[in-house]
């Protein structure tokens, strides 16, 4: 015999929800959702984890100074500081690109045969003897074990005056541009394309001639500077005392100037 419910007995059981599939899983991803809320509370509240009381990171010792000594700023790559061994092999250093960021770089070195050639950082020069490291004025080349180095020759030479009574002395002469100029061939792709000309000196020559320092001559009376021959034909012109038209870089673009001759 089945009980029999009165009207609002059936009204009450029709309002209760009916519980389904849906349902059970929304009610599992709600107490889930507690249980990820809860836990992470109690990670921001908790002062000390559950592996233990936290410990101070040390101090770090402070470096020696020989590791200051050894430490360089400006990350050169010499690595040494020992005495200098120039090498006593007949080359000649004419010009350098250095790249001291990634230690790569090239030169101009004249061969015991006369001739001159440009090496990269790498390369055999002669037999036995490969270039090793390029600074701004120098090479370092490796022969049989030992480093040696070749440095660029900014020497000139000096004004033989010759002595006479003291009533005859008079000022003397200043001296020709080609004294007060330092010249160093700049190299693109391996060839050079111009020469890079500083002053020396005083340089009252160098700037009565109008020219700056950093110029970069690219041409001679028209000529381009295409190699390391052409860049010394500069330097036998002005040494010469001869007039001169030069075609100089200055500050991205071209100059043209007129080197007056010697009188």
Not at 205 to 224: E, S
């Amino acid at each position: 015999m089945r009980p029999v419910l009165d009207r609002r007995a059936q009204r009450v059981l029709r309002r209760l929800p009916v519980t389904t599939v849906y349902s059970a899983l929304e009610l599992l991803l709600l107490g889930l959702l507690a249980v990820q809320v809860a836990r992470l509370i109690y990670a921001v509240v908790t002062p000390v984890g559950p592996v233990g009381g936290g410990r101070p990171t040390p101090p770090a010792a402070p470096a020696s100074p020989a590791v200051l000594g050894t430490f360089d700023p400006f990350f050169r790559l010499s690595d040494s500081a020992g005495p200098v061994v120039v090498t006593s092999l007949n080359l000649k250093l004419f010009g350098v690109r250095s790249d001291q960021a990634s230690g790569r770089g090239s030169a101009i070195i004249g061969l015991p045969d006369g001739t001159q050639a440009s090496f990269a950082v790498g390369e055999e020069i002669v037999s036995g003897v490969t270039l090793k490291a390029v600074a701004f004025d120098n090479v370092t080349i490796a022969r049989g074990g030992t480093d040696e180095q070749i440095f660029l020759d900014q020497s000139s030479p000096a004004t033989t005056v010759a002595p006479g009574p003291a009533s005859a002395i008079t000022a003397a002469p200043p001296p020709p541009l080609a004294a007060q100029i330092q010249a160093i061939p700049r190299m693109e792709a391996g060839a050079v394309d111009g020469v890079i000309i500083q002053p020396t000196g005083s340089g009252d020559a160098f700037r009565a001639a109008g020219l700056q320092p950093g110029d970069v001559v690219v041409a001679v009376n028209g000529t381009r500077i295409t190699s390391a021959d052409s860049a010394r034909a500069l330097g036998q012109s002005l040494a010469g005392g001869a007039a001169a038209t030069i075609e100089v870089e200055r500050g991205g673009r071209n100059v043209t100037l007129t080197i007056p001759g010697a009188r």
